[in-house]
């Protein structure tokens, strides 16, 4: 869980990042509303199908969720906010727009905090809020990725609830799969031990793939069957409260593995140890995936190495930074990245092994437990 | 699968309900991109995550869908439709703001398509088509409303196959549940069953309660544990493509009801015929509703059905009609709705029973088949 102290510690440091006449902030996008509220619609839910939420920051420390009153058991959880809550609907009479029920909402809310420069996220901010409130608008899109990106304790704690629950999915498929089983049960299984871990629904999403499909590199799970001996990749996330663990490993069901595939095995994990290596504040990006080629081009391996090495995972999916070769960014404090190399030779095989870290003042800290061995 | 015939029916009957001055429609949310040109974007891969489409329709019947790169297996099976795609991630330079590329991308594609009006739909359209694209711009969501209202047969085929899985998940987990179990198992359960019978990874969202969760009519699932002659209600929804069939059945877990409970299923039952009997063209929504509250009345019962008695289906959840006491709509062909009368009695027990029907010229056609027996 995010913290009301973590929440309010955002809020300010989003400020501090913007023009001191900009006194109000609207944010649109569920992953800025979560940031900095804990505020997060379950997708398990009747109640939060096609709904929206506006959260108004003001600099003085006010912080004000408009939500449909469909949304109140959400509303209830998040953290140092007053909320708002026009109804929708109440079972009485029919219900009417429900977006434009919450963005007329926020603009009365906006009018009666009054005067002041507005921040908005422009990509995701709807249209009524600049035609109607009549007063500058700023865009909070490059302070607000800035400020995201850096993450504080509580959501670090967050991702790695999400890591735990993932390792006792994988754990379990990983000892159940057996020849027969389709992608699809490889996905049944993760998910259903995920919610099992967790004791609540949650969302899961990734590849799930076996055999040829490990050529590939990954893809949703099919009606493909898993045959002894075959490779099964798996690289998937389990999602808390918008924040998401991304992992992934590789391995074989009932057998061991080939000569070729253990050398491939040997190279992705040393690939994988390069770059970690490499994890600490004032890296470049582009150094972290440079190590990982390093290690594939010693064994002739590079050409099957297409992909980044890896990148940053919280609120979004892949998120800056990212470990590709053209990158300009630099690892700082608080980036949580994962690490992913992977090989991938047609007629052979494909694997790939994913650990997170994240970036902290005398190097890195490594989020991930789950087994990385064929 | 909705059809490109329908898709292209559904966006002349919208621009059909427009001013003939408005030559560009320009649709952001994600059920109405869907409704029109059938694109959704699986919630199970990565490559969904914080995405965001812009579909522009022109009078002339072009359609133009602007997605980023990630997206393009989603695009791939997108009906009657141009895709532009910008490229956001490609593996080698660090990625920008998701968002406001594909915002760009269609601001570009529809300053190219020139002149004339634009309708958007306001409490979901960002800023930047507004502020500037410098044309008139009209709010979409009323016309947008009233067209979604009546479906076409490839949306309903599409509502019944939801139905169709959403049966089959119910079925198993019926002759499966046992003692024990929690009421994440009936979740996960229903999931994995669904899953099976899509043949692919479906959402499922909904109630699923035992016990005293039944008397609070419902709720996510818990680890309340079922115990032998326990009710359990279930009111779910599987999603495809955007569309989702919502149905709910209640029954009990190795047992026989007791008489109260027998009373209570056969005043539901009453009040769900005599509603479903009042469903034909014409017929005012509220009337539906007075239809089941009259049944409960005559048992003395109605003071325990603090619900509707039933709502449209389809993209959205509910939807119009609205089966309740003050709506002022009337049942008009092509409307789906469900009828979904409740009793809950502390102490005694909770039950819902819901079944769906389509509004056809003649009067129904139910469109489910799921039991609705203790």
């Known amino acids: 869980m995010l913290t009301e102290s973590g929440c309010r510690s955002r809020r300010a440091r989003l400020f501090n990042a913007l023009a001191p006449t900009i006194d109000r902030v609207v944010l649109t996008s569920p992953e800025a509303i979560a940031w900095c509220s804990g505020f997060a619609a379950s997708p398990f839910v009747f109640r939060s199908q096609g709904a929206t939420a ?194 992934a490993s590789t391995f074989v069901c009932e057998g061991e593995p080939s000569r070729e595939w253990s050398a491939m095995e040997t190279a992705c994990l040393a690939a994988l140890d390069a770059a970690a290596a490499t994890l600490r504040p004032g890296q470049p990006a582009r150094d972290v995936h440079a190590a990982a080629v390093r290690v594939f081009a010693e064994q002739h391996l590079a050409d099957h190495f297409p992909h980044h090495t890896g990148h940053g995972i919280g609120l979004g999916h892949p998120e800056a930074p990212f470990l590709v070769p053209q990158s300009e960014e630099v690892l700082a404090v608080g980036d949580v990245v994962t690490v992913e190399p992977g090989l991938y030779q047609p007629g052979i095989g494909g694997m790939r092994f994913e650990h997170a870290w994240e970036i902290t003042p005398t190097g890195s800290r490594q989020l991930t437990t789950h087994k990385t061995r064929l």
């Open 54 to 247: 506006v959260l108004i920051l003001s600099r003085s420390g006010d912080a004000r969720l408009v939500v449909d009153n469909l949304q109140e058991p959400f509303a209830a959880r998040a953290l140092g906010v007053s909320v708002e809550m026009p109804v929708w609907y109440r079972c009485v009479e029919a219900a009417s727009d429900r977006r434009a029920l919450v963005v007329d909402a926020a603009l009365a809310a906006l009018r009666e905090l009054g005067a002041g420069d507005i921040a908005v996220e422009s990509a995701h901010c709807p249209l009524p809020l600049a035609s109607e409130i009549g007063r500058p608008m700023h865009d909070l899109g490059p302070a607000l990725a800035l400020a995201r990106r850096s993450k504080d304790r509580d959501e670090i704690d967050q991702i790695s609830r999400c890591f735990e629950i993932a390792t006792q999915a994988l754990d379990t498929t990983r000892a159940n799969v057996r020849p027969g089983w389709t992608e699809l049960d490889l996905y049944r299984s993760v998910a259903e031990q995920a919610n099992q871990a967790a004791g609540e629904t949650v969302s899961v999403y990734g590849d799930f793939v076996c055999g040829v499909g490990c050529e590939a590199g990954g893809g949703p799970p099919t009606s493909r069957v898993v045959r002894a001996g075959d490779l099964i990749l798996l690289d998937f996330s389990v999602v808390l409260q918008g924040y998401r663990g991304d992992f």
